[in-house]
C-alpha cells in the first residue's frame, strides 16, 4: 500500500524527516487509480535491489504483505491472461450480491485459496475465480506447484514475533493514532480528487472505514471499532501466512541482541 502517492496515514508511511540519510524505494511510484500487483511490484523492486547489492551496499525488505516478498525473492507463476467478459460478470455479481457471496463460490472450488483471502477482498477473489474458469486449476494448486523457487537474491527473513495480547494493544493503540493523524481528512482528499470508493486501494483498511463514516453509513466511533476489529483479523492472517514460511527467523522484539547476531552471520557469509 505504501507505494500509492496520497495514502499516507493508513499506510504508516515513514515520515520524510525520517528518511533522511538512508535511501527508501518504491514509495509513491503509483497512483491510486493505477494498475499495481504483485507482478508489477517484483518488476519495479528486483533492479532496485539488484543495483544496491552491486554497490555492495545492505538492502533491507521491509513490510507485511507476504505474497510480495514471495514474488520478489521466488518469482510468480504464470497465469491464464484476463478474460475481460467473465470478470465483468463477476463484477456485476459482486455489486448485486457482495464479494462474500463470490467468496462463497471460491470457498467451493478452492477452499484452501479463500481460506487465505479476505471475504471483502474482491479484487484477489474476482483473479481466483477468473483462474478457475480458465484453466479448471485452483489457485492453490498453482501457487503450490510453483514454490517460488526461483531465488535471484540470498536473503535473510526475520519476523518479529509479539505476544498476542501486546501486539492487538498496538493495533488499537495504532487505529487511534491514524484517526487522530488525520485518516478522515485524507481520506475525503482522495475522493475529493476523484479517485472512485471501488478502487482497490481504497478499500483497504483505514480507507474503506472512512468512507462509510463520509457516506453517512457509521459513526466515527462504529467506524473506530470496525478497523482496529478488521486489523486484527489481518495480523491473524499475516501470522498465519509468515508461520507456513520455510526459513523465516523468529524473534521477540525485544531480542535486538539476538537479532544482531543472526544478521551478522548471514552477512559474513554472504559478503
Known sequence: MQVYRGMDVATAKTPVSERQGIPHHMLDVVDPDQEFNAAIYRSMAAPVVSDIQARAKVCFVVGGTGLYIKALLGGLFECPSADAAFRERLREQCERNGSVSLHRELQAFDP??????HPNDRVRIIRALEVIHQSNTPMSRLIREHSFRDRPFHSLMIGLQWERKGLYQRINDRCLAMIAGGLLAETEGLLKNGYSTDL??????????MVNVLEGAWTMEEATRSLQTDTRRYAKRQLTWFRAEHGLNWFRPEDQDGITRRVEEFLSRTG
Open 112 to 117: 484452501a485459496y479463500a481460506d487465505r483471502v
Open 200 to 209: 482497490k486501494p481504497m478499500q483497504a483498511l483505514g480507507y474503506r472505514h
